[in-house]
């Protein structure tokens, strides 16, 4: 049930996905584009500790290479959109105390407790949300045309790091975004133009206002005509039937039988052994068939049926429990 998910993933998202190509790198390579990163101040204030943090023990690393599709040619436009969760949770093992979860985007929730405070992100680490978005990935995901559009919006309202848009290679939404507005508004102008078969000399002095009206039409217009987002929603679906609550109890009972977490964080990180899943229990068999039951038996209150799949998860194994977090 949870092995044979992950093969029809890279069927459906053949044309979407680029495979990384691994390569092996010098710790001396490593160590002269770390210098350059950090002495180009895009690294973000909130990573540099991480980088510091390196070991230098290793003599080479593997690396994965994905193409960079922010092009550097001026009529080139490039729009990233981090779409998030476009679902609401279904997962019995939801804690009682997060109910919330049922009925708003987990996006949305963690905007909340972000503008209040309680959680951080690592872009905005120390410092506190300049404007608390608007976005909500259930729109964007809703295959309605208004819906779409709102969500759009308010990506583009609040970009925060979760939208991004270059021409060429000057950025024009974004966290962080400097730029010469003027020139970069005349080359997306002019990237629109081209594309749309017109010419850019009718189209100069457009206002930046104007343009990020068009902008969002674009993106609503491609985003509700493409499967893309259909088969993304599926596949999130089909996937988190645990819940991070859920997958939070499954961790803890990993780390009880281990001992401590540095052995439980090694089992998770090491390669998926498909040798683990030859003989499940019906402890396991059963906790599978608990997560997949959709609703909820009408014999059973959300407290008792939440009851029933904690004690599940006490009867489970150390494979079994590296088995449901792995595929998760």
Request: charged share 25%.
């Amino acid at each position: 049930e949870f092995s044979t998910r992950t093969s029809t993933i890279e069927i459906s998202f053949h044309k979407y996905l680029d495979v990384p190509h691994k390569v092996h790198l010098d710790a001396s390579f490593l160590e002269g584009l770390k210098r350059q990163a950090m002495e180009s101040n895009r690294i973000p204030p909130s990573r540099r500790v991480d980088w510091g943090n390196q070991s230098q023990k290793c003599s080479s690393v593997v690396s994965e290479l994905i193409p960079n599709y922010r092009g550097s040619a001026a009529d080139t436009i490039s729009i990233e959109i981090k779409p998030k969760a476009g679902y609401l949770s279904t997962s019995p093992l939801v804690h009682l105390d997060n109910e919330c979860k049922y009925s708003t985007s987990r996006f949305q929730v963690l905007q909340q407790l972000n503008s209040r405070g309680v959680v951080s992100k690592g872009w905005n680490k120390g410092s506190k949300l300049m404007c608390t978005s608007r976005f909500d990935p259930i729109d964007l995901f809703s295959r309605d045309v208004d819906r779409i559009h709102l969500a759009v919006s308010a990506l583009f309202d609040c970009p925060q790091n979760n939208l991004k848009v270059f021409c060429g290679e000057s950025m024009l939404y974004g966290m962080g975004c400097q730029h010469n507005r003027d020139k970069s508004v005349n080359d997306c102008r002019r990237a629109i133009s081209i594309v749309k078969g017109q010419s850019p000399l009718l189209c100069s002095g457009e206002s930046f206002e104007s343009l990020q009206t068009e902008l969002i039409q674009i993106v609503s217009d491609v985003l509700l005509t493409d499967s893309f987002l259909q088969m993304l929603l599926e596949k999130q679906r089909y996937y988190d039937i645990l819940d991070a609550d859920g997958a939070i109890l499954v961790y803890n009972r990993l780390v009880s039988l281990c001992g401590n977490s540095n052995e439980a964080e090694m089992l998770l990180d090491a390669e998926y052994d498909p040798i683990r899943k030859q003989c499940p229990s019906q402890t396991f068999e059963d906790f599978v068939r608990y997560l997949n039951v959709r609703d909820r038996p009408s014999n059973e209150t959300r407290e008792s049926w939440y009851n029933v799949g904690t004690k599940l998860i006490e009867g489970l194994g150390k494979d079994e429990c590296i088995i449901i977090l792995q595929n998760w």
